[in-house]
């Protein structure tokens, strides 16, 4: 194995680890702080330490014409939105009814690749590991899933809303953003979310539920160093290095790495809904990444 290719695989796992233990840690959070404030202060945080980082490192701002127009479509279809909706959503929907919804961001992915990027070829392998994993998600949740549709509708769109936006919005950034650096590629769409949430959730949103608990600015910290800068700069690293559908079948394992965190630190039940689902998932990936594979050694032994 290369060292690039233990680099591509150490993040792509670091992300799916990161990501699976946000949705625990915007639970906490709002515990804490309203939503749009939560998500304010975690971005407006993690614009300062994006800052500080691209002064240590002396990368600069680009400030072209079009990295200013994908500065400001991030900072509101990636960033804003998206995460104002799952925010608000989270106080109403259940974290896995949650998590089986977002399941629509890879599927959009593939759909909106194949409408702006061509040469992004979905094939049958993708497909496979996509409906597999889909189904997956559906297995580990299903326990969970008595409920009145109608209780949560809203909430409901608005969680696939964020997904299809997210994957509008990355399949963009493939297609157009290859120039930017991944952490100033960052900095102003997450200060615009930080400076945005933050307004909202002093003027639109009650303050008296406020209360700075050391466990809910813990969660706000996490969320902004790991959960953002982290993150989001290893992933749009490894979209300039690998197929954007298969980084977005990361949105199926997180669920998985959400359940084991439970499982260990607070000792809930793993049952057979939840290997089985697990297993599906997981060889879903392992089908979406090696069919492609696969394909490429059969044409090199052809040629």
């Given at each position: 194995?290369?060292?690039?290719?233990?680099?591509?695989?150490?993040t792509y796992a670091l992300l799916c680890f990161i990501?699976?233990?946000t949705w625990l840690a915007i639970r906490i959070s709002l515990e804490s702080f309203t939503p749009f404030l939560s998500g304010g202060l975690r971005f407006l945080i993690a614009s300062v330490a994006i800052f500080i980082i691209m002064r240590l490192k002396g990368i600069t701002l680009q400030k072209d014409r079009l990295s200013v127009k994908l500065y400001i479509q991030?900072?509101?279809?990636?960033?804003?939105?998206?995460?104002?909706?799952?925010?608000?959503a989270e106080?109403?929907?259940p974290s896995g009814l949650a998590s089986v919804l977002f399941g629509v961001y890879p599927f959009f992915v593939a759909i909106f690749s194949y409408l702006m990027i061509p040469v992004e070829k979905i094939g049958i392998g993708k497909t496979v590991g996509m409906v597999l994993g889909f189904i997956g998600i559906i297995i580990i949740f299903s326990d969970s899933f008595s409920f009145t549709i109608s209780d949560y509708l809203l909430g409901m769109f608005a969680v696939m809303l964020s997904g299809i936006?997210?994957?509008?919005?990355?399949?963009?950034?493939?297609?157009?953003?290859?120039?930017?650096?991944?952490?100033s590629?960052?900095?102003?769409?997450?200060?615009?979310?930080?400076?945005?949430?933050?307004?909202?959730?002093l003027i639109a949103e009650n303050m008296s539920r406020v209360s700075f608990r050391e466990d809910g600015i813990l969660a706000v910290l996490y969320l902004a160093i790991f959960g953002s800068v982290v993150t989001f700069t290893s992933f749009y690293w490894l979209m300039k290095k690998i197929n954007v559908v298969i980084l977005s079948l990361i949105a199926?394992?997180?669920?998985?790495?959400?359940?084991?965190?439970?499982?260990v630190f607070y000792n809930e039940v793993l049952t057979a809904n939840h290997l089985?689902?697990?297993?599906?998932?997981?060889?879903?990936?392992?089908?979406?990444?090696l069919y492609g594979v696969l394909r490429q050694k059969v044409k090199e032994v052809k040629v």
């Amino acid at each position: 194995m290369s060292r690039e290719t233990f680099k591509i695989l150490f993040t792509y796992a670091l992300l799916c680890f990161i990501w699976g233990s946000t949705w625990l840690a915007i639970r906490i959070s709002l515990e804490s702080f309203t939503p749009f404030l939560s998500g304010g202060l975690r971005f407006l945080i993690a614009s300062v330490a994006i800052f500080i980082i691209m002064r240590l490192k002396g990368i600069t701002l680009q400030k072209d014409r079009l990295s200013v127009k994908l500065y400001i479509q991030m900072g509101f279809l990636s960033f804003v939105i998206p995460f104002g909706l799952v925010y608000w959503a989270e106080q109403f929907v259940p974290s896995g009814l949650a998590s089986v919804l977002f399941g629509v961001y890879p599927f959009f992915v593939a759909i909106f690749s194949y409408l702006m990027i061509p040469v992004e070829k979905i094939g049958i392998g993708k497909t496979v590991g996509m409906v597999l994993g889909f189904i997956g998600i559906i297995i580990i949740f299903s326990d969970s899933f008595s409920f009145t549709i109608s209780d949560y509708l809203l909430g409901m769109f608005a969680v696939m809303l964020s997904g299809i936006m997210q994957a509008f919005i990355a399949v963009t950034l493939k297609k157009h953003g290859r120039h930017l650096n991944p952490l100033s590629m960052n900095f102003i769409p997450m200060l615009i979310a930080g400076i945005a949430g933050t307004l909202i959730g002093l003027i639109a949103e009650n303050m008296s539920r406020v209360s700075f608990r050391e466990d809910g600015i813990l969660a706000v910290l996490y969320l902004a160093i790991f959960g953002s800068v982290v993150t989001f700069t290893s992933f749009y690293w490894l979209m300039k290095k690998i197929n954007v559908v298969i980084l977005s079948l990361i949105a199926f394992i997180t669920p998985i790495v959400a359940l084991i965190l439970g499982w260990v630190f607070y000792n809930e039940v793993l049952t057979a809904n939840h290997l089985l689902g697990s297993a599906l998932v997981l060889i879903g990936l392992l089908i979406a990444n090696l069919y492609g594979v696969l394909r490429q050694k059969v044409k090199e032994v052809k040629v």
